[in-house]
């Protein structure tokens, strides 16, 4: 068997073993941060924390359970969300931006 042969064979697999490698730290790997982040971010809920939903919906956490927690989305009502539907946690002392202009 030739010298050339084992060579030539290398070059042409070599680029589909470094294909799982490069999946690996393309894809797998940020998406395991990102859900990593995410979870850590729902264990660290309090409440009155401020939080928006993936939806959009904006709200502050009155109660937090295991799995569920207690949304007020406006004074007095107050809505029950599943926790991995929140999208970021805006934090407890960010003011609220007003809309109207009072002259």
């Known amino acids: 068997m030739p010298a050339g042969d084992s060579t030539n064979m290398l070059m042409q697999f070599g680029p589909l073993l470094l294909l799982p490698i490069l999946f690996y730290f393309m894809i797998l790997r940020p998406q395991q941060k990102r859900a990593k982040d995410h979870q850590d971010m729902l264990t660290a809920l309090k409440r009155g924390d401020n939080v928006v939903l993936n ?23 107050t809505v029950k969300v599943v926790k991995s539907m929140i999208a970021e946690v805006r934090g407890k002392g960010e003011p609220a931006v007003a809309n109207d202009t009072k002259s």
């Open 55 to 77: 939806s959009g919906l904006i709200g502050k956490v009155v109660r937090v359970e295991d799995k569920e927690l207690g949304l007020e989305i406006a004074q007095g009502v």
